[in-house]
């Protein structure tokens, strides 16, 4: 059948069964259809038939060569008979009206497939069919389209794999995505259903995934009743804009990454990550949990690309690889594997921010399993204090009790959602002046001082959020001053700014680590080195300066004292922190001589100058500790 054939128009006969009746299944019958009949108040178009064997596709009553066919596709073809060279004419309708509306290829693999469109209930229904699902039987391709709401004769079902296949070299092309956010080539922002902006694309999906992107009640009831109470609040205010902020990775060119909600059961974590989620969809469906694997976050952080991963209760991912995830969430990248032929499968790419939360911060996870915390996963994941604030996670409840706020916040977040976030994008869209935007964010950023590259990503994290609310704030989408939500980032990064400090966040953690190790083993793997004490798995010695012991490492127990981290990354922490308190011309280490004849060099180390670098408090006062201690060698 021609390329223009199936866009003819369809209806049923009179000599068809009416609604409610079965279709015959005689040999003889020349048609099968299961329709509704003609209404009288409903003409037959008339048409021409084309040349047999095809195809065609009616939307409404047709009249062609004086036969009279139901809205649908239908096949018009020849059945040949011993001695009847011209053949009989048979016509059967095989599914409701079904257009094949152009050719689609994958931006990221390049393969081919086929934009189909139906009706389903007043709905009309595009999906984008991979070609290979045409090879075999076509079934996956029937239980796709059966599964969306394509009306099918049952008996004549396989005829719909060849009425598609029979569509070549169409005229329109589209890209299609396979994941949503924006798609490069176009400009577009990609929504399963919908697309912001003027573009051919389209989005591939299955058919069987979840519905995240969904809408309910409306955007004036979310702005009144999510986002307005959020003011005052700078945990929740945040929390919202981090949903905001997701489609300005790309525009801007910020790292992704995530905020960490700490605080203990039922402060009100949970609810600024509903506060959060209703931005996109469904809160109980668009927000995921830790309780998944490695592959599972890769799969949801794609499945979300350009908006958040919202993820709850830390205390349900494994402990041996939540920092693991960590970096996989913020880094972007999907694990690499092997077909059978060993060729490296497509990795999942994503870039989103992240909104964790727990009761307990992510190295306080990772430490139950024995793993040392790692800078790097803090630093991708940070930890925002939401349980000591006035109100646990709130600061002002806005005249109600925490159970009345709690209650009716959660409950706006149910009904009304998936609204702000579309339309964030889209007056993104109606102004986009890259060059001011990013302008914008640097002068946003400016405000956020910070002397270390690593706390630097950090407040270019919180930049971002900020300049997220800030744009909402004046695109008139969220109810608030300008300033709220910039104030409430730059609050939050100062708090975690002060817990932290600004130096290097590796340095801090070794010496942390030496510190907490000469809590624990400094009377039982340590001696006077002016003693002769035999010490089983001995890491070093001490000796008195001022009344304060000075503590004397060997490689081994320097090396031990800092899991994870090479000697010279250790001593490079220790120079930096001036932690060595002596050492010999052009050495870090000083020789000593034993009282058993011998001689060793050792890193003597001033544990007041870890305490001071690494910010850490003791309930003890170690020197005074250390003097009672001392006694005599």
């Not at 128009?9 to 299944?25: H, I, K, L, N």
Request: glycine content about 10%.
């Amino acid at each position: 059948m021609s390329r223009r054939s199936h866009e003819a128009v369809p209806d049923q006969a009179e000599r068809f069964p009416t609604s409610g009746e079965t279709a015959p299944r005689r040999k003889e019958d020349q048609l099968t259809l299961i329709a509704e009949g003609v209404r009288e108040d409903q003409a037959p178009v008339e048409r021409l038939m084309p040349p047999r064997p095809c195809f065609a596709v009616y939307t409404e009553p047709t009249t062609v060569e004086g036969k009279h066919y139901v809205a649908g596709t239908w096949y018009h073809g020849l059945k040949q008979s011993p001695g009847d060279d011209r053949g009989i004419p048979v016509d059967h309708w095989i599914c409701a009206p079904l257009f094949v509306v152009a050719e689609t290829v994958d931006s990221e693999d390049g393969s081919v497939g086929r934009l189909l469109r139906f009706d389903y209930r007043g709905r009309t229904v595009e999906w984008v069919m991979a070609m290979e699902s045409l090879a075999g039987k076509g079934e996956e391709l029937l239980r796709a389209l059966m599964r969306q709401g394509l009306v099918v004769e049952y008996y004549q079902r396989k005829l719909i794999p060849a009425y598609i296949a029979s569509h070549h070299r169409l005229d329109q092309v589209l890209a299609t995505t396979t994941k949503p956010g924006w798609h490069a080539a176009s400009g577009a922002f990609v929504l399963p259903g919908r697309i912001i902006g003027e573009a051919e694309v389209r989005y591939q999906e299955s058919g069987r995934g979840v519905r995240l992107f969904t809408q309910a009640g409306t955007l004036a009831a979310w702005q009144a009743e999510v986002a307005r109470p959020c003011l005052g609040n700078p945990v929740l205010i945040l929390s919202l804009c981090c949903a905001l902020a997701g489609p300005l990775l790309y525009k801007v060119g910020v790292h992704g990454g995530g905020v960490h909600l700490v605080g203990d059961s039922s402060s009100g974590k949970s609810l600024a990550q509903l506060v959060a989620a209703s931005v996109w969809g469904d809160p109980g469906v668009f927000a995921a949990s830790w309780d998944i694997s490695k592959g599972g976050v890769e799969i949801e952080a794609t499945s979300r690309n350009d908006t958040i991963l919202i993820l709850d209760e830390i205390k349900r991912a494994d402990p041996k690889r939540v920092q693991e995830m960590a970096y996989a969430i913020a880094n972007g990248t999907g694990k690499g594997t092997m077909t059978r032929e060993r060729e490296g499968r497509p990795k999942l790419y994503w870039r989103l921010l992240a909104l964790s939360s727990g009761e307990r911060s992510l190295s306080e996870h990772a430490a139950i399993s024995g793993n040392p915390a790692h800078a790097g996963a803090e630093l991708r994941m940070v930890d925002v204090n939401a349980g000591s604030r006035r109100h646990r996670a709130f600061d002002d409840l806005h005249g109600l009790s925490g159970e009345e706020f709690h209650r009716t916040l959660t409950v706006a977040t149910h009904g009304s959602y998936g609204h702000a976030g579309p339309v964030f994008v889209e007056r993104l869209l109606e102004h986009d002046d890259l060059d001011r935007l990013c302008a914008r964010f640097a002068e946003i950023r400016n405000g956020f001082d910070v002397r270390n590259a690593q706390a630097g990503r950090v407040a270019d994290r919180f930049a971002l959020i900020a300049l997220a609310g800030e744009l909402a704030i004046d695109q008139a989408l969220l109810p608030w001053q300008e300033g709220d939500a910039l104030n409430a980032c730059r609050q939050l990064f100062a708090e975690w700014l002060a817990r932290v400090g600004d130096g290097n966040a590796e340095d801090r953690q070794i010496l942390a680590s030496i510190a907490d190790f000469i809590d624990r083993h400094g009377d039982s793997r340590f001696s006077c080195i002016d003693s002769f004490v035999v010490v089983n798995q001995r890491a070093g010695y001490w000796e008195l300066q001022d009344d304060q012991r000075l503590y004397l490492f060997n490689r081994a127990g320097l090396a031990e004292a800092a899991p994870g981290f090479g000697l010279d990354r250790i001593v490079k922490a220790l120079v930096a922190a001036e932690a060595l308190a002596k050492r010999d011309a052009g050495k870090w280490q000083k020789n000593y001589r034993l009282k058993n004849g011998g001689q060793t060099r050792l890193y003597v180390i001033d544990p007041t100058r870890l305490e001071v670098f690494a910010g850490q408090e003791r309930e003890v006062d170690r020197d005074a500790e250390h003097g009672r201690k001392s006694l005599a060698c």
